[in-house]
């Protein structure tokens, strides 16, 4: 079977609350995935969960709970963010979960049996009130720590160490020699830069299992288990090698599945710019250990802030999510947050500057637009749609080109905005063509028709672009205007798709107008 485009997003820390971060970034993902999809490309959409871990074994037993139990009970709300954000995920990963677990194990082994671990000494500062290690980078000026953490110890431990330093020559060469393959160019140059002036630690991968049990097992040590870095990057391989994907079953020397999907190398991996370093370096190491290829790309996303500070549930200063969604729609959120903020930079979110764009751009742009074309075919011609006209197919094409283009390459904002200029275009035709007059004379029949037409292909062009970013309201454009497909492929995007004779099903508002609050 041919491969399949495959994106995955970081897998969040299960003990948290999502926030509009962790929800940006999903948002992006699928963005990206309904827009391959609509590209024609087969997709494998991956987002999940990562649960092990110190923190998340005390704040169970803080509950009284086994660290299983506990983590079953939050994912309920992470994985009812991915429905009410309407993400097209294939697949969710826990990586609490058997699957993934036994893969890990499998990668472990193979690495363990080609080398790529030793057996060291580990030497840390060590929170036993806050049971987490600290570093000199924790150390107050004067040298001391927080008493937050009360007794500090020095720590002496066994580990096993995953060796990263004899693998820097390669990296920085493939990094300079693949320019798209992590994205923005000002990261590639911080990740090269980082790679050029520092030697690399080799990574402590493991916890002796007295001390930490809730990690995974180490098949050929059975007193440790692997923690955090390694457990969790490995998902974007053990899920699709669960699934029995050739390419992983072979390199893990694990029995084939004639069904298996074919889907690494990943096409795109999308994470915060906080993390990209374990992805632009520790991943593309380990893959290479592993004998796999790396992902084509790496696509840093920038922070959110709300009001200019920092999000942070103990001062109440966050954006929720569901909050959002339960007031505005799904629609009205995903919007949002790519037209506000380009992959990339970091972004500021404000109440009153997301009232402003649904407002502005939602409400009395696109939902106007859709609503009064509608309206105008619906009182001037019964709802049936005119012969057809082309004065607008010219612009109109080029813009959905232009647009399909960006999203090709993933520049989901520069896209939309193209996709507004058809919005905006389409509002500024209707008060210069004004059909309303048109309508009062019989002499402009034919003009009328012409007017009604191009308005009404505008939306249905509208719905085909719009429907990786707002998927619901490009279904209901799509249904006002009587039609039984989904908007889900680009090929719809050329101009002539409504047949004269057809009958719309009239309109509904999209995006009801809501009275700002004085300020
Ligand atoms: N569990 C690790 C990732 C492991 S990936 C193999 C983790 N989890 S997290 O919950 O802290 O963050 C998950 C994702 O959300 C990261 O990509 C992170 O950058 C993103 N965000 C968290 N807060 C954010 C903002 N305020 N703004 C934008 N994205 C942010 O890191």
């Known amino acids: ?10 897998i969040d820390y299960v003990n948290g609350t999502p926030h509009l971060g962790h929800a940006y970034e999903k948002v992006l993902a699928d963005v990206i995935a309904r827009s391959r999809r609509s590209l024609g490309d087969r997709v494998f959409f991956l987002t999940g969960l990562d649960e092990h871990g110190q923190k998340v074994k005390q704040a169970a037993q803080a509950q009284g709970l086994e660290p299983q139990a506990y983590c079953d009970e939050l994912a309920l709300s992470w994985q009812s963010l991915t429905t009410r954000l309407n993400l097209s ?54 040298g001391t720590f927080d008493p937050f953490y009360g007794e500090v110890i020095e720590l002496v431990e066994e580990n096993y160490y995953f060796r990263l330093r004899e693998h820097q020559a390669w990296l920085i ?53 692997t923690y955090v870095w390694f457990d969790a990057l490995s998902n974007y391989v053990t899920i699709p090698a669960a699934l029995g994907d050739p390419a992983l079953t072979a390199a893990l020397a694990l029995p084939a599945h004639p069904a298996g999907p074919a889907l690494w190398p ?117 709802g049936i749609v005119p012969a057809r006209s082309e004065e607008l197919a010219s612009e109109i094409s080029t813009a959905a080109r232009t647009a399909i283009g960006q999203l090709r390459e993933y520049r989901l904002q520069p896209a939309l905005l193209t996709i507004w200029s058809i919005v905006n275009r389409a509002n500024q035709y209707v008060d ?33 672009l719009l429907w990786p970013y707002i998927p619901t309201s490009a279904e209901r454009i799509y249904d006002q205007l009587g039609l039984a497909a989904k908007p889900d492929s680009f090929d719809a995007a050329t101009w ?8 719309i099903a009239g309109p509904q508002v999209l995006f009801p107008r809501k009275d700002s609050p004085t300020p």
């Open 1 to 10: 079977m041919s491969k399949q485009f495959y994106i995955t997003t970081a």
């Open 496 to 503: 002539g798709g409504l047949e004269p004779g057809h009958p």
């Open 89 to 142: 995920n294939n697949d969710f990963v826990r990586t609490s979960s058997a699957r993934h677990r036994e893969m890990v194990q499998a990668i472990l082994s193979r690495l363990h049996a080609n080398g790529h671990f030793y057996q060291a000494e580990y030497r840390g500062y060590y929170s036993t009130r806050q049971e987490t290690f600290l570093t000199e980078k924790d150390r107050r000026p004067d």
């Open 266 to 382: 990943a096409d795109v991996q999308i994470l915060g710019k906080d993390i990209l370093k374990f992805h632009a370096v520790y991943w593309p190491i380990m893959l290479k250990a592993i004998g796999l290829p790396l992902p084509r790309k790496i696509l840093a996303h920038g922070w959110w802030q709300k009001d200019g500070q920092r999000m942070s549930k103990s001062t109440g200063n966050v954006v929720d999510p569901i909050a959002v969604i339960d007031e505005w729609g799904a629609d009205a959120f995903r919007y949002y947050v790519v037209r506000e903020l380009d992959i990339g930079p970091d972004g500021n979110w404000t109440d009153a500057g997301f009232r402003s764009r649904y407002s502005a751009e939602l409400a009395n742009g696109l939902g106007n637009l859709v609503n009064r074309s509608l309206s105008m075919l619906q009182r001037y011609r019964n």
């Open 432 to 464: 210069q063509t004004t059909p309303f007059k048109l309508a009062k004379d019989p002499a402009q029949t034919a003009k009328l028709d012409a007017v009604l037409y191009n308005l009404a292909e505008c939306c249905r062009i509208l719905a085909v």
């Open 173 to 225: 060469d493939y990094i300079e020699a693949h320019p798209d393959f992590i994205e923005p160019d000002y990261r590639r140059n911080e990740v090269l830069g980082f790679l050029k002036h520092n030697t690399l630690e080799d990574l402590c991968s493991t916890r002796p299992a007295t001390r930490l049990n809730w990690g995974i097992p180490v098949p050929f040590d059975p007193d440790f288990v």
